[in-house]
């Protein structure tokens, strides 16, 4: 039976579980019409058990201190992974959320290959492929990988090969794309330049030596940097979860804010979320001006020689402080643009992925007192993943919307993805039940806050100037962004980035010439 060693940021995750947090990605797949179960089971035997991992369990160290192992599960059958379930009548979306909210309350069985998809039938006329996957055996961006992998760009796609055709070793991504999904591979080898908006390349956004010089100041900012205010969003946990998304929300949309202000699109969804999670405390009595939040991000620092298909964790997070206090939507967004700007220019997410690592390599107990610490520093966990542009087809049924959730960490009971794909976003929130029994609120505080920012924009049309905002120590947040940096990122899209005064390029790419 082949062992191979778990790494210790995958371990780091792994000892995270707890009862009321399971640390599982978990989401679907909505598609327009019922869905072929033969076909569907057909699809994921030959394409999704490629990767080994899908029927490898976990062995534990019998003595403290020594790795964890991945070993082929000799008892591995597809169909306790795969099931079939249907919702009762009506079958509404909130029948559909009922079902959701139990699955995602339910945790993994640690003993057994770390997945569990559920096709759910019944939702009027259409269906949903809800998936659980342990954080684990990858981050967002590689899982999302594997997923898209089970997936073609036409509909009359034939059905899988036999694994026999094509060999039973485990094969790359790219071999698994070329055959079911065509131009889908183009698409999905975007996916870790695209999903990387808050950080576009982790490599090269700073270098070794301002990594030296800086990493200590990331130390003592993540260190020493003070808990979280007590909030409504805060608190002890129950088991039970609460999931809710957004209509989906037109990404042309966004990004004529994006252009207008300066920001990136993530930068008007976070900043559009924050005055969400002002609405949100304010209708349950709380004063949110005087509220101290951050939000935990992950960014994906993958090598830029690295393919994005490979399995594991290979991100950091950042912490940025939501600007809570600001009530004016456009001001909100020029103070967690500044704020968010200079985070991607330190080394804090290298910090905090060595936190991780090196918590994978103590006992459990020593690593919850690490992550215990952490997290009372932050309030909410922010994801924000780009899908493929285009639609896309599993096992020939087109995908009408896809969202994905990832877990929180221990004693944070809220988390909130991003999720574009085929020219829509949806923002999804998952709650814990006893912080937050109403995660719909938050979606429709956020729908309202979006056409606010608008709103605002519009009435400053046609050159929007972010003006500094004041913050509680009394010194500004937000610099003016007139203009864009003019050069090219790596993945060869035009740079989001704001210029520098007198200059056509922002920090990251002065000096380069701009043709």
Excluded at 94 to 119: G, I, V, Y
Excluded at 143 to 153: A, E, I, N
Excluded at 208 to 221: I, L, P
Excluded at 293 to 302: D, F, I, K, Q, S
Aim: with cysteine; charged share 20%.
């Amino acid at each position: 039976m082949s062992r191979q060693a778990m790494s210790n940021a995958d371990a780091g995750w792994l000892q995270m579980e707890s009862p009321t947090n399971p640390m599982m990605i978990a989401g679907f797949f909505e598609f327009e019409q019922p869905m072929d179960f033969e076909r569907l089971r057909a699809t994921i035997e030959h394409r999704l058990l490629r990767f080994e991992r899908f029927k490898q369990r976990i062995v534990k160290p019998r003595v403290a201190l020594h790795q964890y192992y991945w070993e082929t599960d000799p008892h591995f059958e597809l169909d306790s992974h795969l099931h079939r379930m249907a919702l009762p009548a009506p079958g509404d979306l909130a029948a559909l959320k009922a079902a959701a909210n139990d699955l995602a309350s339910t945790p993994l069985d640690l003993s057994r290959p770390l997945w569990q998809f559920h096709l759910i039938e019944n939702y009027g006329d259409k269906s949903v492929l809800f998936c659980r996957l342990h954080h684990c055996i990858a981050d967002g961006i590689a899982l999302m990988h594997v997923l898209l992998s089970l997936c073609d760009d036409t509909t009359d796609a034939p059905w899988p090969a036999p694994q026999s055709a094509i060999g039973h070793r485990p094969v790359g991504l790219a071999a698994t794309l070329w055959r079911p999904a065509g131009s889908a591979l183009s698409t999905v080898q975007t996916l870790a330049h695209e999903s990387a908006d808050l950080l576009r390349n982790p490599a090269r956004a700073v270098t070794w030596a301002q990594m030296a010089a800086g990493t200590a100041q990331s130390v003592a900012r993540v260190t020493l940097m003070r808990p979280d205010s007590r909030s409504v969003l805060k608190g002890q946990l129950s088991v039970a979860r609460r999931m809710a998304w957004s209509q989906p929300l037109p990404l042309d949309e966004v990004k004529a804010v994006s252009r207008a202000t300066g920001a990136t699109v993530n930068d008007v969804i976070v900043s559009s979320l924050a005055g969400a999670l002002q609405r949100y405390m304010q209708s349950k009595g709380q004063n949110a001006a005087k509220v101290r939040m951050r939000a935990m991000m992950p960014v994906n620092l993958r090598p830029a020689n690295e393919s994005p298909e490979a399995l594991g964790n290979r991100f950091g997070l950042f912490a940025p402080d939501l600007p809570m206090h600001v009530a004016d939507p456009l001001e909100r967004l020029a103070a967690f643009k500044q704020h968010i700007d200079h985070l991607k220019h330190t080394p804090e997410g290298y910090v905090t992925r060595a936190i991780v690592e090196i918590s994978g390599m103590t006992p459990v107990e020593v690593e919850r007192l690490v992550i215990k610490f952490f997290t009372s520093k932050t309030s909410v966990v922010i994801t924000n993943v780009a899908g493929p542009r285009q639609r896309l087809y599993l096992a020939g049924n087109p995908i009408r919307q896809v969202n994905f959730w990832v877990p929180q960490t221990a004693g944070i009971g809220l988390g909130v993805s991003i999720f574009s794909y085929a020219g829509e976003i949806v923002v999804g929130v998952m709650a814990n039940a006893k912080l937050v029994p109403d995660p719909e609120a938050i979606v429709a505080a956020f729908e309202a806050e979006f056409a606010a920012l608008q709103a605002r924009v519009a009435q400053t049309a046609p050159t929007v100037e972010l003006q500094p905002v004041i913050s509680h120590n009394g010194h500004g947040l937000a610099a003016a962004a007139t203009g864009h940096c003019q050069a090219l990122t790596k993945a060869g899209q035009p740079c989001k980035n704001a210029a520098l005064p007198g200059s056509t390029t922002c920090r990251v790419h002065a000096g380069v010439a701009v043709t």
